[in-house]
Structures are given as C-alpha cells and as structure tokens.
C-alpha cells in the first residue's frame, strides 16, 4: 500500500500543490541563502580592499609626514648652525670694540684725522703740528678729542651689530628659501 492510498480523494489532489509549494519556496530558500552568499562574499571582498586602501593611504601620508618633519628637523639644525656662527661673529666684534674702547680710554691709542694739506693755518683748521714721536710720516694728521672717539667707536660699534644682524638675516631668508 502506498501512502497517497490511505487518503482521501479530495485531498491527495491538494497534496501534490501542497508538496510543489513546499518545494518552490525551500528552491526560493535555498536560492536566497546563495545569493546572500555570493553578495557577503562580495562585501567582505569590497570591505577588504576598502581597509587595504586606507591602511595604503595611512602608511603614505605617516611616511610624507615623516620626510616634511625630517627636512624641518634639517632646516632648524642649519639654522642654529648659522646663528651660531652669527652669534660668535657678534661676540667676537664687541669684544674687538671693547679692547678698542679700554686702549682709547687708557691713551694706548688715540685717534686721529688725516688733514687736508692744501688748507693753509688760521682759516678754523686744527694745529697741523704732529708729535714727534709718532710713526706717521707724510700727510698732517690731527689727534682727535678722546670724547669724539669715543662717539666714533660708538658709531662703529652701530654699524658693526647692523652689519652681523643684516647678514644673519640674509643667512636665515636664504635657508628658508631654498629649503622649500
């Protein structure tokens, strides 16, 4: 006896819909359970390439960060280098202008002008009379006053620092320039 003959007419005709409806949607199931399949393989795949993609773009910009901070750390050193070699030639000059002041001050040195030899005397000149103990032989030379000198060094000493801050300034404008 086979199990369609122990049931009723009516029903083995809806049996056979039944059965072709149950194996439809397990088809359908199984289809979309494929499917999902194939597309979680494929977002995984995307996900995948999308985090390799980043890591890529990551590693790239640490290294670029990594140069831009490698050539600055280069800059600051070159820089330092040459304020040091600014700051030693500053140094090195007051310490000439100082020696320079004590040696007016303590009248191992005076200054003097070298004077016009077509000026006759008695139009407002100075004395063209020179020691004769100095080493200057030939044109007239006139001592000046140790207060004017002092002014004269003051001068100097002005123009000295203008002169060391100017090529400081070069030196650094030049690094910079061209370190871009």
Not at 7 to 31: D, E, N
Not at 44 to 52: A, D, G, I, K, P
Request: hydrophobic share 40%.
């Amino acid at each position: 006896m086979r199990f369609g003959d122990l049931m009723p007419a009516p029903y083995r005709l809806m049996v056979k819909p039944v059965l072709l409806i149950a194996l439809a949607g397990t088809s359908a199931a199984i289809t979309w359970q494929v499917q999902d399949w194939r597309y979680g393989s494929r977002l995984s795949e995307q996900s995948r390439l999308h985090t390799e993609t980043l890591n890529q773009l990551n590693l790239a910009t640490a290294a670029q960060r990594r140069a831009e901070q490698d050539k600055r750390l280069a800059l600051e050193q070159r820089l330092a280098s040459s304020e040091q070699t600014h700051y030693r030639a500053l140094s090195d000059a007051q310490r000439n202008q100082g020696r320079l002041r004590d040696r007016l001050a303590t009248a191992d040195l005076r200054l003097s002008v070298l004077l016009d030899a077509t000026t006759g005397a008695g139009n407002g000149s100075v004395s063209v009379t020179t020691a004769t103990g100095g080493v200057v032989h030939g044109s007239t030379r006139a001592e000046l006053d140790p207060a004017h000198a002092h002014r004269i060094i003051g001068i100097i000493v002005d123009g000295d620092r203008g002169l060391i801050a100017l090529a400081a300034c070069q030196a650094y404008a030049r690094e910079v320039s061209t370190s871009k």
